[in-house]
């Protein structure tokens, strides 16, 4: 050590050795007798007492800093002796002045972090426990390969072994099993259900518009789309499997029918049974079958919130009714004030509160769907061959075997009109829109006349909007899909009679039926998904053809 600095830091040492004399005085006062008495001996070192008092404390502690910090200037002037020239400007353009502590070299190479730190009102305790916590960094990079993909075995699982598209899927991985599993789910739910819609909606309802702006102004092109509407002329659409395929049947289908809520479908035959399957399109398994001894099925409808099924025999007055919930079959052997001695065909209303049965003599009754009780019979001139309920339940529009149609009122039981059927000398069946538009009525010469429901309220001489005349024989099913977008007609009386009429444009699909199909045969119930676009069709051979429209579901 040079002498210059040798000679400053002696007389630093000398004086903070050398105790005051007045503070020695002190002491020996303290450490001398009472008056009169002998001297006390003065106390050693080690039982001396601390100062007490946060001031003594704060100053021996800022002493004790003040003699690291010296001690530390002392340690970094012995080692910058030995160092060259060189050395130590180079360190001053990399650290800084060699006379900042490294406190501030700390603080300098931390950055604005600390500098927000300090500004924070937190203790120097947490200050220095935040600082020992590195930031973390964002990998700059992943290797995909360095994970794993867990497999699933595919084939070992009897749940997931129906999923298998090919026989090559052995195994998947979980990413494509999950894939796997949501299209299983829409396949079942006919779709995506509306609550996950709804809540994407909510999500990102700025980022989509945000995106469409961008990509109206990165793309160019024709910009005015095309109608979501169902075109006319062709229909697009799928031949799945048999929707009966698991359960087959040689004996006629008197009964086909969507459940209102999911996605499955009801099959009703000649041979005293109802079953039910879950409709997919490849494999359609079956859930369940009911067999009612003695009871071929005439006709057989689901409830409106789909908890019931009804059916009717072809030559007995009794009605029953399925809880799929309880799993319990309800027969209804004789209703109040009904004298009907046989009950076939009858209707149930869309909001699930009445039912509505067919007699003879041209009475029809209007039951409680609740009670099953009688409230009110009414009746037409002639024989009563069809009724349906509107799309609101608040009226009810019979075709008699005159050729007459009859708007009844539910509230009041009152006819509100009645008027002539144009062209027809025998109805055979009537069928209303779900939207509340149209009124259909189908005769025994195979002419299907399409009527707006507003004219059939208020003329008494209504013309129709359009007549079919593709059939030539008796129309004995009248169908309209939940978008009112499709009309079914067909006969009972001949092979292939089936025809798809477009609405509004009230012409019929030239592609269906596609060809001379074996398995289409005589057509006797038919009937629309609300859901995912299927159509089915029930034959006298005992299958359940089952179709799906491409308008509305993807392939």
């Known amino acids: 050590m040079p002498p210059e600095r040798r000679s400053r ?16 005085m002190k002491q020996d006062r303290k450490a001398g007798a009472g008056p009169g008495g002998p001297p006390r001996k003065a106390a050693y070192s080690s039982q001396r007492k601390p100062p007490a008092g946060p001031r003594a404390a704060a100053a021996a502690i800022t002493i004790a800093a003040a003699e690291e910090s010296r001690l530390r200037e002392l340690h970094r002037l012995t080692l910058e002796e030995d160092k060259p020239a060189v050395e130590r400007c180079l360190e001053e353009l990399v650290f ?25 009102g937190d203790s120097e305790v947490e200050n220095e426990a935040k600082d020992n916590f590195p930031p973390q960094k964002k990998p700059v990079w992943v290797d995909e390969e360095d994970e794993d993909e867990e497999m699933v075995d595919m084939r070992n699982n009897r749940f997931r072994k129906d999923m298998m598209k090919n026989a090559s899927e ?15 789910f829409q396949h079942a739910m006919g779709g995506v259900p509306a609550w996950v819609e709804t809540n994407k909606r909510k999500i990102s309802s700025d980022d989509e ?9 990165q793309r160019t092109g024709n910009f005015i789309s095309t109608s979501t509407s169902l075109p006319k002329g062709i229909l697009k659409m799928k031949n799945c499997l048999h929707a009966n395929a698991e359960r087959p049947t040689t004996a006629r289908i008197s009964s086909v ?20 399957f879950q409709v997919d399109g490849k494999t359609n398994p079956k859930i369940q079958s009911i067999y009612l001894e003695k009871f071929p099925i005439f006709k057989a409808r689901f409830s409106a919130n789909g908890e019931e099924v009804l059916a009717t025999s072809t030559h007995s007055k009794v009605l029953y009714v399925y809880d799929m919930l309880a799993g319990k079959l309800i027969p209804v052997h004789q209703v109040r004030g009904l004298k009907e001695k046989i009950v076939r065909s009858f209707e149930v209303s869309s909001d699930g509160s009445f039912l509505l049965i067919n007699g003879v003599a041209g009475y029809f009754h209007l039951l409680s769907m609740k009670t099953k009780e009688l409230i009110s019979s009414m009746k037409v001139n002639g024989r009563i061959a069809a ?19 009859y708007v009844w009122d539910v509230n009041s039981r009152k006819c509100l009109n009645r008027f002539v059927d144009e062209g027809s000398l025998y109805g055979l069946s009537i069928a209303a829109s779900r939207n509340g538009q149209y009124v259909a009525c189908g005769s025994n010469c195979g002419v299907v006349n ?28 009248l169908t309209f899909n939940p978008t009112t977008e499709i009309l079914a007609i067909a006969s009972e009386k001949m092979k292939e009679a089936v025809r798809l009429v477009h609405l509004p444009s009230c012409t019929v699909f030239s592609n269906f039926p596609v060809f001379k199909q074996k398995n289409l045969s005589l057509v006797h119930t038919m009937d629309f998904s609300p859901r995912s676009g299927y159509f089915a069709l029930g034959n006298e051979k005992g299958r359940a053809l089952l179709y799906r429209l491409h308008h509305y579901s993807d392939f």
């Open 450 to 477: 399409i009527y707006s429901q507003d004219s059939c309220l208020q003329e008494t001489n209504p013309k129709p909007i359009k007549a079919i005349m593709n059939l030539v024989t008796g129309v004995s099913s």
């Open 387 to 405: 009724s349906t309920f509107s799309s609101d339940s608040k009226k009810v529009y019979t075709s008699s075997a005159d050729g007459e149609v």
């Open 9 to 24: 830091t002696k007389p630093e040492r000398r004086t903070g050795s050398r105790p005051n004399r007045k503070i020695r």
């Open 209 to 217: 518009s945000e995106e469409d702006e961008d990509d109206l102004l």
């Open 170 to 184: 052995n195994k998947l991985s979980k990413n494509e099993l999950q894939k796997r599993l949501k299209e299983e």
């Open 96 to 120: 800084g002045d060699a006379a900042d502590n490294e406190d501030a070299l700390l603080r300098r190479l931390r950055g604005p972090r600390a500098q927000v730190q300090e500004d924070s």
């Open 257 to 276: 029918q969507f459940h209102p809520c999911a996605q499955v479908v009801m099959v009703a035959a000649l041979d005293n049974s109802v079953s039910l």
